[in-house]
C-alpha cells in the first residue's frame, strides 16, 4: 500500500488509503483529492477540461461520460487530483452510475466535491447537490453555463446561493473558460480548511420518516465514535443499502482508521 | 460486530413499519428544499429565447411531416461528404503506402540481406495488410466521425431518438439505438462503443449485440464491387450504376430489419430478465465549437478504433502470407484449408476460398476481398494478378470479373457474398470492444456466434431454393 | 442426397431443431430439466410451503388441504407427509399438521427466495406481472444458493411485490396486518396492502383489473356474492371469492385520500399541470428514475411537443425537456392546474 510519503504536505488530511486503492485511485504525487460531480450535460466534462488542460470528449448529450475520468493539475504549489465522476441525476438509486459516484464520495472522502450544476436549471441541480452535502461536507458549488442563463434572461444570486448552501458558489462558463481561475481558489481553499463548509441539510421530510432517522442516528452515535455522517448512513439503511451495512461491519466507515477492507467488498466498479 | 446486526434488524423492523415510501418521501423533501432554495436565488427577468428558439427548431425536426426528410437527408448529407471526401485521401493513401512505399521497403529489406521469408511475413504479410486497412478505413471515419459529433454536439441525435423512439419499443430497444445503428454504419466498433449513452442495462445490450447488422465502413466497398461486377451485368448498360446502387441498398436495409427483428427477438428470451427502464432527455441546441468538435473526435474515436484494427491487422497479414506461401508437399497451406472448406462452401453457394477470405480476414473486414482474390490467383494458378500470395486489389472492374469467374463464381456466388459479407460475425476489433463494454464472456459470444449462425442459414436457404428454380 | 430440394428439407429441419430443444416450455431440454429436477424434493418443498402457509394464516391444515394443494392423490400426499414426518420437518398435532422448528427453517428459505425473486422481476425487469409468481414458482427450488446476493442487489427489500413480508438472512419475518375487503363497510376507505397470488387464475384477474399493492379503494356497494368499489376513479366489480384474495387496511384519517385523477398522457400539448403521484404500475427502478428527473407530487408539467408517432411525448419537467413513453405518463397521476 502506498502512503503518504513522496508528498510534500504536512497538515493534508489523511486519506483513506486503502478505500483510494480499492477505488483505483492511484494514491502518490499528490496533495489533495478533488471529485467532480454533477447532472448529466451540465459540462462536466468542460470544467474536468478547463481544469486540467486535458481534452476529454464533451458532448451536448446527457449520459456521455460513463467511464470514470481522471487528471491533476498544480494550482498555488500544491497538487490535486481530480475524479470525474459519472453524471448522474441522484445518488439514491441503484443503478451502476449512481453506486460509482455516490461510493466514491462516501468511501473515497475526496478533500473537495465539486458540484457542477446548470445555472439556467437550479433548481433541478439542487437535487444532486443536496444529496451530496448530506454525504459530505466539504463541497464547492461550480454554477456552470452562466452565460447560457445571462442570454436567457436567469439571474442567479450566488452569494445568497452560497449563503443558504453553506458552501462556496463560483460562476463559471467553462466553454470561455471564464470563472475557472475563481473556482481553484474555491477548491483550494475548501480543500486547506480556509474556508469551513456548513452545508445545508434537508429538513422538510414527512414527520414519521423523520423520526425513523433520528432513532437509527441516535443508535450509530452510541455504537460508534467517529461516525462522519450518520444521517446519510441511517437514510441508507433504510433504503437497505449493502454497501454500507458491510462497511459499518468491517469499520470501513468510522474515519480515520485505516483497516482493510475485505476483499468481498464491491463498491468499485469492475470494468 | 454484533451492534450492526442489531442496527440493521432495527431498520428493517422501521422500513416494514414505515411502509415502503421512504425513498419517495426522502426525494419530495429534498425537492421541496430546492424549491425554497431556488426561489430565493433565481430570478427569470424576461424571455428566455434560446427556450423559444429551441422549440421552433424542434416543431420542424420532429414533426410529423418533416421530421423524417430532415433526418434521412442529414444522414443522406453526412453519408455523401464522407464517400466522396474520403476517396482523394483513399487513393493518395495507397498510393503510397501500397504501390510506392512497398517496393521501395522491400527492395531494401532485400538489399540489407534480409532472408526472403521474413520480409515476405513482415512486408508482404503485415505490413501490406495493416496499410490496407488504414489506407481504406482511415479516410472515411476521419470524416464520419466528425460530422457525426457536430450532429451530436448541437443536439440533434437526441430528437432522432426521440422521433424513431416508438419503432424501437415495439422491438422492445430503445430509441438511441437508431444513433447507435447510424453510426456503426461508420464502424461497429464506434456502435458499440456510441451505445453507451443508453441508460437502461437490457436496451444498451440489445444495441450492442446487434448492432453488427449496420453495414460498416469495411463492407460498403466489398458490397459495391460485387454489385457492380455481377448485378450490374444484369441489366443494360445504362442502367447498370442504378440496379447495383440499389442492391447495395437493399443489402443494407436488410441489415437493419434483421437489427430490429433480432431486437425483437432478444428482448422476449434471453433478455428478458435483464433490468429496463426508459428515460431520454432533449437538451438544449448549443452552437457546435467545430475545431474543438474535430480535435476531440478525431483523438476519441477515430485514431481509437484505427489503432485497435491496426493491432489486429498485422497479425491476420502475417497469417495470410504464411497459408499462401508455407508449402507442404509442394501445396501451400491454405489448398488443403480450401480443399477442407470446399463442401461446405459449395453447399452454401459460396467456395472454400471465400469462406476462407471470410474466416482470415475476421481482424478486418475491409481485406475480405484483396485476401479472396490473392486465393483465388493462388488456386487457379490464373496470371492476372501480381505477384503470388500478395494481397492485391485489381484496377479494373473486368479484371477482376475475369479472374472471380475463372475462381467459378456465378451470379448465386456473388448474391451469397453479399448476403454473407452482411451477416457474419463482427471483425475483431469490434469483438473487442463488445467484450470491454459488456465486460462479459456470454454476450460477446452471442453477438460473435449470433449473426454467423445466421447467415450460414441464410446463404444455405437461398442457395437451395435457387438451384431449385435454376434447376 | 445432393438433390437441393432434399437439403431444403433438412435444412429446415435443421432449423426447426433448435426451436425443438430450446424452446423454454415444450422445448426438448425444459422437458428434461423439468423430468430431472427433484420431483420429490419440489413435491416436498412445496408441502412445506404450503403448512407454513396454513400457520401463517392459522388456517387448519391436514393431509386432504396439502393433496389438494399439489394436486396430488391423498395417497401421494400422507407419502409426502410420512417423508416429512422422517426428517423431522413436520408432525402432527391436535391443530392439525405443524411444522418443526426445522422445517419452519427450510419453508422460510423457499419463501424468502420466492419473495425476492418476485421483487426482483417486478422493480428491475419488464416482466409482466401475472409472469412474477409463475417464475418465482420454478426459481424458489433452484436459487437457494443465490437469495442473498439478490437481495443485496435490490437493496435487501423487506416487502415483496404482493404485499408478503420477505423473512431476512436469519428466518425473521414481520407479521401482515389487514383484513378482507369484505370486512369494510360501505363507504369505508381502505389501502390494498396485499394481493394473494394464488391461485393464478384469480391472481391473473385481479392484476387484468388494474389493482395494485398501496391502491386506494372507497366501498360503493356490497351484497352477497359481489362488491363494487372505487379505484383510481374507476368502479371495480369483484365476486366475493376474488375479494377474498385481497388484504386491506382502512386508512387512517392523517393520510391524504387520492380522489380520481387524470393521467398525464391525457395532457394535450402546451397544456400544464401537477403531478399528483403514481399509479402502482411505475415502480422500482422505473419509479426511481422518474422521480429523480423530478417527477414528484408538486411538480408542474407541461405537454411540449409529440413525436411523429404520438408516442413518446416530450415534457417540460423543472426546465428541462424530457421524453416519456406512453406506458410511462398512463402510470402519472395528474390534476389540472
Ligand atoms: N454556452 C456554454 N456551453 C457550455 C458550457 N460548458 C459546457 N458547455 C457545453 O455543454 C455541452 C455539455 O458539456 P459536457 O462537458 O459534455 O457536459 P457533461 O455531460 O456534464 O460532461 C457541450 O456542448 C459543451 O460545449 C458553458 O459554460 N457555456
Known amino acids: 500500500m502506498t502512503t503518504q510519503t513522496e508528498s510534500n504536505c504536512v497538515n493534508c488530511p489523511v486519506h483513506n488509503a486503502a478505500h483510494l486503492k480499492k477505488l483505483g485511485v492511484n494514491m502518490s504525487d499528490y496533495d489533495y483529492l478533488v471529485a467532480l460531480a454533477g447532472n448529466p450535460n451540465t459540462g462536466k466534462s468542460t470544467v474536468f477540461n478547463s481544469l486540467t488542460g486535458l481534452k476529454q470528449h464533451t458532448g451536448n448529450w446527457p449520459g456521455k461520460t460513463v467511464t470514470r475520468a481522471e487528471g491533476g493539475f498544480e494550482y498555488d504549489n500544491s497538487k490535486f487530483k481530480i475524479i470525474d465522476l459519472p453524471g448522474t441525476y441522484s445518488l439514491l438509486s441503484t443503478s451502476k452510475d449512481e453506486e460509482v459516484a455516490r461510493n466514491f464520495i462516501l468511501f473515497g472522502q475526496p478533500d473537495v466535491t465539486v458540484i457542477v450544476v446548470d445555472a439556467t436549471r437550479l433548481e433541478r441541480n439542487l437535487n ?103 444521517r446519510w448512513i441511517a437514510m441508507r439503511l433504510l433504503e437497505g443499502d449493502q454497501s454500507i451495512i458491510n462497511a459499518l461491519e468491517d469499520g470501513s466507515l468510522t474515519a480515520e482508521t485505516e483497516k482493510t477492507i475485505s476483499e468481498n467488498n464491491k463498491f468499485v466498479e469492475n470494468r | 460486530m454484533n451492534n450492526v446486526k442489531e ?18 418521501s426522502l426525494i419530495e423533501a429534498i425537492y421541496k428544499e430546492a424549491e425554497t432554495i431556488s426561489k430565493e436565488t433565481v430570478k427569470f427577468k424576461g424571455e428566455n429565447y434560446s427556450f423559444s428558439l429551441d422549440r421552433t427548431i424542434d416543431k420542424y425536426v420532429t414533426s410529423r411531416l418533416y421530421g423524417f426528410p430532415i433526418m434521412l437527408i442529414l444522414l443522406a448529407l453526412v453519408f455523401w461528404i464522407t464517400i466522396i471526401g474520403a476517396n482523394y485521401p483513399s487513393q493518395f493513401l495507397s498510393t503510397l503506402l501500397l504501390d510506392k512505399l512497398h517496393p521501395v521497403l522491400k527492395d531494401f529489406a532485400l538489399g540489407v540481406g534480409a532472408p526472403f521469408w521474413l520480409v515476405g511475413l513482415l512486408i508482404d504479410g503485415g505490413y501490406l495488410a495493416t496499410v490496407w486497412v488504414i489506407a481504406v478505413m482511415l479516410p472515411p471515419m476521419a470524416i464520419f466521425f466528425p460530422l457525426y459529433t457536430l450532429l451530436e454536439d448541437f443536439g440533434y441525435l437526441p430528437r432522432v431518438a426521440f ?22 454504419f461508420g464502424c461497429n466498433a464506434a456502435g458499440v462503443v456510441a451505445a453507451r449513452v443508453i441508460d437502461s442495462p437490457r436496451e444498451r445490450l440489445i444495441a450492442i449485440i446487434t448492432n453488427n447488422f449496420s453495414l460498416c465502413n469495411g463492407r460498403w466497398p466489398t458490397q459495391i464491387l460485387i454489385a457492380s461486377i455481377f448485378v450490374g451485368a444484369l441489366v443494360p448498360a445504362q442502367l447498370a450504376g442504378i440496379v447495383s446502387a440499389l442492391a447495395v441498398v437493399s443489402v443494407a436495409l436488410l441489415g437493419v430489419f434483421l437489427s430490429l427483428a433480432v431486437s425483437w427477438g432478444l428482448s422476449r428470451t434471453v433478455l428478458q430478465g435483464e433490468v429496463s427502464s426508459f428515460s431520454l432527455e432533449l437538451p438544449p441546441y448549443r452552437p457546435p465549437r467545430i475545431l474543438q468538435t474535430i480535435y476531440t473526435s478525431l483523438i476519441d474515436r477515430t485514431l481509437i478504433v484505427l489503432w485497435r484494427a491496426v493491432i489486429f491487422a498485422f497479425p491476420a497479414g502475417l497469417v495470410i502470407w504464411s497459408v499462401a506461401n508455407i508449402t507442404i508437399g509442394g501445396e501451400p497451406l491454405a489448398s488443403y484449408i480450401i480443399n477442407f472448406f470446399d463442401p461446405v462452401g459449395i453447399l452454401i453457394g459460396l467456395n472454400g476460398i471465400i469462406l476462407l477470405g471470410f474466416v482470415i480476414a475476421i481482424p478486418a473486414n475491409e481485406i475480405v476481398i484483396p485476401t479472396i482474390l490473392m486465393l ?35 451470379l448465386l456466388t456473388a448474391v451469397n457474398v453479399m448476403l454473407f459479407s452482411l451477416i457474419h460475425n463482427p471483425c475483431s476489433t469490434t469483438i473487442y470492444t463488445i467484450y470491454k463494454e459488456t465486460g462479459s464472456l456470454k454476450w460477446t459470444l452471442l453477438s460473435t456466434f449470433l449473426p454467423v449462425g445466421m447467415g450460414l442459414m441464410l446463404t444455405f436457404f437461398v442457395a437451395q431454393i435457387w438451384r431449385i428454380f435454376s434447376g | 442426397m445432393n438433390s437441393p430440394v432434399i437439403l431444403l428439407l433438412l435444412g429446415v429441419l435443421i432449423l426447426a431443431l433448435p426451436v425443438f430443444l430450446f424452446h423454454p416450455k415444450k422445448g426438448l431440454i425444459a422437458l428434461l430439466k423439468r423430468y430431472n429436477r427433484d420431483a420429490e424434493k419440489e413435491k416436498i418443498e412445496n408441502a412445506l410451503k404450503h403448512i407454513y402457509d396454513c400457520e401463517y394464516r392459522e388456517h387448519y391444515c391436514s393431509l386432504e388441504s396439502i393433496a389438494g394443494n399439489l394436486g396430488v392423490t391423498s395417497d401421494k400426499s400422507s407419502s409426502i407427509f410420512d417423508d416429512l414426518e422422517k426428517r423431522n420437518l413436520a408432525l402432527t398435532g391436535n391443530e392439525g399438521i405443524k411444522l418443526t422448528a426445522e422445517g419452519r427453517d427450510y419453508a422460510l428459505r423457499l419463501v424468502r427466495i420466492h419473495r425476492l425473486w418476485e421483487r426482483y422481476l417486478a422493480d428491475e425487469t ?46 425473521q419475518i414481520f407479521k401482515l396486518e389487514g383484513k378482507s375487503p369484505l370486512d369494510l363497510e360501505r363507504g369505508e376507505i381502505a389501502k390494498i396492502v396485499h394481493i394473494e397470488d394464488e391461485p393464478d387464475s384469480i391472481y391473473a384477474q385481479l392484476m387484468a383489473q388494474g389493482l395494485y399493492k398501496g391502491m386506494q379503494i372507497q366501498i360503493v356497494e356490497k351484497n352477497d356474492g359481489k362488491i363494487v368499489f372505487s379505484a ?50 411505475i415502480r422500482g427502478q422505473q419509479k426511481r428514475r422518474l422521480m429523480d428527473l423530478g417527477i414528484i407530487p408538486g411538480t408542474k408539467i407541461k405537454a411540449l411537443l409529440k413525436s411523429p408517432f404520438n408516442d413518446p411525448v416530450a415534457y417540460l419537467i423543472r426546465g428541462t425537456t424530457i421524453a416519456l413513453r406512453k406506458d410511462q405518463s398512463e402510470g402519472i397521476f395528474i390534476k389540472y392546474a
Open chain 1, 128 to 230: 444532486l447537490t443536496l444529496q451530496v452535502l448530506e454525504i459530505t461536507d466539504n463541497a464547492v458549488l461550480c454554477l456552470n453555463l452562466m452565460d447560457e442563463a445571462e442570454r436567457n434572461n436567469v439571474e442567479v444570486d450566488a452569494r445568497t446561493l452560497s449563503k443558504m448552501l453553506g458552501i462556496p458558489v463560483v460562476p463559471t462558463s467553462a466553454r470561455t473558460k471564464e470563472g475557472i481561475d475563481n473556482l481553484l481558489r474555491s477548491i483550494k481553499e475548501v480543500a486547506t480548511g480556509e474556508y469551513v463548509c456548513k452545508p445545508r441539510k434537508v429538513k422538510k421530510m414527512n414527520r414519521k420518516y423523520q423520526r425513523a432517522v433520528d432513532t437509527l442516528v441516535e443508535d450509530l452515535n452510541k455504537n460508534f465514535t467517529n461516525l462522519k455522517n450518520p
Open chain 3, 232 to 281: 383510481d376513479g374507476k368502479e371495480v366489480v369483484l365476486a366475493s371469492s376474488f375479494a377474498n384474495n385481497l388484504t386491506v387496511a382502512p386508512i387512517t384519517a392523517k393520510e391524504e385520500i387520492k380522489e380520481s385523477f387524470q393521467t398525464l398522457d391525457l395532457l394535450e400539448e402546451n397544456q400544464e399541470a401537477e403531478v399528483v403521484g403514481f399509479s402502482g404500475r
Open chain 2, 7 to 24: 442496527i440493521v434488524n432495527k431498520a428493517n423492523v422501521l422500513r416494514w413499519e414505515l411502509g415502503e415510501n421512504f425513498h419517495d
Open chain 2, 376 to 410: 483465388t490467383v493462388l488456386f487457379t494458378g490464373s496470371a492476372a494478378g501480381h505477384e503470388n500470395g500478395v494481397l492485391f486489389e485489381l484496377d479494373s472492374l473486368k479484371d477482376t470479373e475475369q479472374l472471380l469467374r475463372l475462381g467459378g463464381w456465378t
Open chain 3, 126 to 171: 419488464g416482466v409482466d406481472p401475472d409472469q412474477w409468481h409463475i417464475d418465482a414458482e420454478e426459481k424458489e427450488h433452484d436459487l437457494v444458493d443465490s437469495a442473498n446476493e439478490i437481495a443485496e442487489k435490490i437493496g435487501n427489500p423487506v416487502v415483496d411485490p404482493h404485499g408478503d413480508p420477505i423473512p431476512d438472512k436469519d428466518g
Open chain 2, 163 to 184: 422521433n424513431m423512439d416508438r419503432l424501437f419499443k415495439k422491438v422492445g430497444a430503445h430509441g438511441k439505438q437508431a444513433l447507435t445503428m447510424s453510426m456503426g
